[in-house]
């Protein structure tokens, strides 16, 4: 009968190899699921963002100098107060009214260092009309916000989205909730038949 050794032999190395073949691919794996959640925070905050826009958009208490502008700069501020910064890229923010057919885009610029808004441009021709002001009650007015996942991805290179480079976007939409004016009678009517 044949006994074995309790002795091993001596594995120096092997535990580096080891963790040379383990390690790049756990960072990768790691990297990948901080890409995956910094997209999905990213989604999040857009869709808030645009449906906070069709809120506003809706009311009807809108600013009547420049009222899809002021949706447009109302988005841009969510944006920028929940953390999104946009140093290289624009944020496109349209507003469209689904109901008339009447759409306007506007671009938005955030300064990343100082997280304060820079411009909101319209970067489509107006409509003739404005979608938010010439809104009636019961209208569906519209709010599309699109982001380029660049400005907020945490690996330097596109390297966990084989696809090249997109944009986040969302879309909200709400009934326009703009009160009808009536007409009240102003006066008083005569005192009752008896």
Do not use: H
Not at 91 to 108: D, Y
Not at 130 to 154: E, K
């Amino acid at each position: 009968m044949r006994v074995l050794s309790s002795k091993q032999p001596r594995r120096r190395a092997a535990a580096a190899v080891e963790a040379a073949i383990v390690l790049p691919q756990l960072f990768i794996l790691l990297f990948g699921v901080w890409e995956v959640s910094q997209l999905i925070w990213m989604n999040q905050i857009i869709s808030n963002g645009a449906r906070e826009g069709a809120r506003q958009a809706s009311t009807g208490n809108i600013d009547a100098s420049a009222s899809t502008f002021t949706v447009q700069t109302y988005v841009a501020n969510y944006l920028q107060n929940a953390g999104l910064a946009v140093p290289a890229n624009t944020v496109t923010i349209t507003v469209t009214n689904q109901t008339q057919g009447l759409s306007n885009a506007g671009s938005a610029k955030i300064d990343s260092i100082n997280q304060t808004l820079v411009d909101v441009t319209q970067v489509a021709p107006a409509s003739s009309s404005d979608p938010v002001l010439s809104a009636n009650q019961g209208d569906l007015i519209s709010v599309t916000v699109s982001y380029p996942f660049d400005a907020g991805r945490i690996a330097p290179v596109n390297a966990f989205f084989f696809l090249g480079y997109f944009n986040v976007t969302a879309t909200a939409e709400w009934q326009c909730l703009k009160d009808t004016p009536i007409t009240v009678n102003s006066t008083i009517p005569g005192a009752p038949l008896q």
